[in-house]
């Protein structure tokens, strides 16, 4: 056993590092963070009910994810909606600018942007049952639903309460069991 | 004829080489993994032994691999340290009373001092043993949360004792109110149970708890030696029984609030029989009984003082006793009973933007130590006493007051990071020591990094190097050894893949020994002795691909003591840990690990003891999951599924090397009580 096979040794290194240096190793480039947190959208949605008159109005037959700003997502959304359907319905994925028009969205997923524009979003969310989400420090206190936070180890996210119910949202209490409960008011522009 | 491993390996390497995913079908594994995931599972696995802040794999200023329940359960770990073998170049040796002690990067000495093990942040290690491995083998997995191992030195951070490197056991908790049981037994006699608590108290509290306990009953493990009156091949048998309670009690405040605070209780108790024991000299009894209990008590406090800088005060205490038995060559027996105590204070400031890119912190820190009571009894085969004793260290004891800093600073926008962090600390009894650590990280991009890491740590003597025991005395001169590890890594992260690519070198300077006088009526010397170097290359591939999961890891590792240029040839130049899991459908899923050994010698060459090659370690387990709802999953594992008769160096010189277990089927429930 002293005459070990160094031949076979180099296989199986040079095998190793083939491996390693394989290009679809290296072709991902967006990180985990937004995989869980689209995974995170679509689990919001088995927890929070939208007001009846939410989809009665809207004739789109699909239910509508918006990104407002920088889609900092990739294409992770768009495999999202490919794989699932949210509320027995197909989901359709609208990237838009944030003066755009969002009543027909069902989640707005919301960039950082100037403080003045958030709340204009938040108020045109408001008046049309959109849930809105974010991952911006401080923006569930300006009057976003859901908002995404490191919290110690974990990825956290709180609900800012008021602006749920001024939606008309009703949001089970498993789920806001989980989230840091934010009872300040929004604001209007 | 060695065994024949070429082909299995070949196959096993394949589907690796086929595996290779169009990032599509991998974006869709990933999303489609994330979404069966229930929203309490959606977490992140954090990275926290090596720093005061949390860090990701790219940031992190040292070799750290984080191991998880899902990782060490298809694994079919039992014990502590079955969790830990998924590492490169981190083995496991079995060595005096029955320890089966860690060692990482080779340096495998008799004496298995200087890796830390740090249960939720408390050391462990003991003050007598100068390491954790002979009292705390077993803390029960089912009560961690995960453990993360740290492959190079952390005396930087954790002071004496992270010399090699650090097992941080990070205990059960959870932020959601959650009740898990788990229950499985084996056909080798092996049992397990326990029980996982978290529950809201009022608004702003939780309560975590966890409760395990497992053991084995008698494995008539047969091993052989030559007898030394005859000079015939004769064997004997161990019975490596063990048994083993955890607990783990944790009351905390909401962390998000400003004053937040946590209190943590611990207990745990091993009591093992026939295990290893001293090795050649008593072949014919080689069986060692240890019984160890410690419970700790650990407070911290944490002030927000604004929106980035914290001031937190930790304090611990522990309390550990232990008893040790092992027969001596001359036939009698010897009993060792001790007891140990530690209280350790650290105050930590952290500011997280310094000049808009710096994280700093600083800590003072205070530690006592203690053995208020050690003593040796001897008695003849007839039972009666012969000596009751004062061990020479009972009443030894240490204080150490420290100060470190640790620092990250950001350039170019992020890409460069630089990790530097010193600590001082002042011994009562070897006067002061200065260590520093430096890391230079340049991020390619957000998924590839290369690490230029430097780290340098100290171990001080232990009491018992420090004083002597009845066998081996002490030199008065004895300073503190001290390590100087040079790494360079290259580390890739993607969403379904991480590689990472070590390559180290380590100086290990004074190292302490017990020095051997090669005369039986002289005792031997602990003393500083010489300089010793490793180096080597590390390689682990993890990547979850389809339905497939790869878990790849190897190391080449060479060490020797550059006085007597002999080479620390017990620990493997080559360790291989090779998992490749399928998953069927989303309840059933199956695991196939491989462990290789190649080219480890069975036992030190010493004075007169020459040292032959071990025959190669390759050992599978397999492991297979069913989840018939979201609450009740059966598994079933297999160790050692084809019963290969596999042997671990002896550290204490048996001439055959410790054998490993034998083949065993378990079988086992866990179950959720949550809606």
Known sequence: MKHFRHSYLTWLIFAWVTILHCPSSLAASNDQEYSIKAAFIEKFTHFITWPQDKHSTDSSNTFNICVLGNNPFGDKLDTLARLTKIKKLPVKIYYLNHDDDISYCDIAFITRLPANQINAITHKARDSSVLTIADTPGYGEQGVIINFYSKEQFLGFEINRIESDLARFRISSRLLKLANIIETHGGTP | ?675
């Open chain 2, 1 to 675: 004829m060695p065994y024949k491993f070429q082909t299995p390996v070949t196959l096993l390497l394949i589907p690796v080489l086929n595996f290779i995913p169009v990032s599509e079908a991998r974006e869709q594994q990933n999303i489609g993994q994330l979404l069966q995931l229930s929203i309490e599972d959606l977490i992140n696995l954090p990275i926290t032994s090596t720093s005061y802040f949390n860090e990701d794999s790219i940031s992190v200023g040292s070799t750290v691999s984080i191991i998880s329940t899902q990782d060490w359960q298809q694994r079919g770990a039992r014990r502590t340290h079955d969790a830990l073998l998924v590492q490169p170049s981190v083995a496991i040796f079995p060595s005096f009373l029955g320890q089966y002690s860690v060692r990482i990067r080779g340096f495998a000495q008799p004496d298995a001092r200087g890796v830390e093990t740090l249960w939720d942040g408390v050391p462990l290690s003991s003050f007598n043993l100068g390491t954790a491995d002979i009292n705390r083998p077993n803390i029960h997995l089912n009560t961690l949360n995960n453990i993360e191992v740290t492959r190079s030195p952390g005396s930087a951070f954790y002071g004496t004792g992270a010399f090699h490197g650090v097992v941080a056991l990070n205990a059960f908790e959870s932020d959601y109110d959650t009740t898990h049981a788990t229950i499985g037994a084996a056909t080798n006699g092996y049992y397990s149970s326990a029980v996982q608590v978290s529950r809201a108290i009022g608004k702003h509290h939780r309560l975590n708890f966890a409760l395990g306990g497992n053991g084995q009953n008698d494995q008539d493990m047969r091993y052989i030696y030559t007898d030394p009156g005859s000079g015939l091949t004769a064997s004997s048998e161990r019975r490596y029984q063990y048994d083993t309670q955890t607990a783990v009690l944790k009351f905390n405040s909401d962390p998000k609030q400003d004053l937040s605070y946590k209190l943590g209780l611990y207990y745990d108790n091993n009591d093992q029989d026939g295990f290893h024991g001293q090795g050649l000299e008593t072949v014919a009894t080689d069986e060692s009984e240890v019984d160890s209990d410690i419970g700790i008590a650990k407070f911290s406090i944490k002030q927000k003082l604004d929106a980035d800088s914290s001031i937190e005060a930790v304090t611990y205490h522990w309390q550990q006793r232990h008893n040790f038995a092992f027969p001596l060559a001359n036939g009698n027996n010897i009993s060792i009973a001790s007891k140990e105590k530690r209280t350790g204070a650290d105050l930590i400031f952290r500011k997280q933007n310094l000049f808009n890119n710096t994280q700093l912190s600083m800590a003072l820190g205070y530690r006592r130590e203690k053995i208020p009571d050690s003593q040796r009894t001897v008695r003849n085969p007839s039972g009666a006493v012969l000596v009751n004793a004062d061990q020479p260290f009972k009443g030894g004891n240490r204080t150490i007051h420290s100060f470190l800093f640790d620092n990250n600073t950001n350039l170019m926008n992020d890409k460069l990071i630089l990790r530097y962090g010193l600590r001082y600390d002042d011994y009562s009894d070897v006067g002061s020591q200065t260590t520093p650590r430096l890391g230079i990280i340049y991020a390619l991009d957000n998924n590839h990094a290369v690490k230029l890491l430097y780290g340098n740590a100290f171990r001080a003597p232990t009491v018992v190097e420090k004083t002597g025991n009845p066998r081996i005395n002490s030199d008065p001169n004895i300073q503190p050894e001290t390590i100087d590890t040079y790494e360079l890594v290259y580390l890739q992260q993607a969403r379904n893949s991480m590689t990472e690519v070590v390559f180290f070198t380590s100086k290990w300077k004074d190292s302490i020994i017990a020095a051997d006088t090669d005369n039986d009526t002289v005792a031997d010397l602990f003393t500083n002795s010489g300089d010793n170097h490793s180096r080597g290359i590390e390689i682990s591939h993890q990547a979850d691909i389809n339905n497939w999961q790869l878990r790849l890891s190897g190391s080449y590792v060479r060490s020797k003591n550059k006085s007597t240029n002999e080479e620390y040839a017990t620990f493997p130049q080559y360790i291989f840990n090779i998992g490749t899991g399928y998953r069927f459908d989303d309840s059933l899923s199956m695991y196939v690990n491989n462990r290789i050994h190649l080219q480890a010698d069975n036992r030190p060459a010493e004075g007169t003891l020459t040292a032959n090659e071990l025959r190669d370690y390759w050992r599978t387990d397999l492991n297979v999951s069913k989840a018939f709802n979201r609450n009740l999953t059966l598994y079933a594992n297999i160790r050692n599924l084809f019963d290969r008769e596999n042997f671990l160096p002896s550290m204490e010189d048996m001439e055959y090397g410790i054998q490993d277990e034998e083949i065993s089927f378990e079988l086992g429930l866990r179950y959720r009580f949550d809606n």
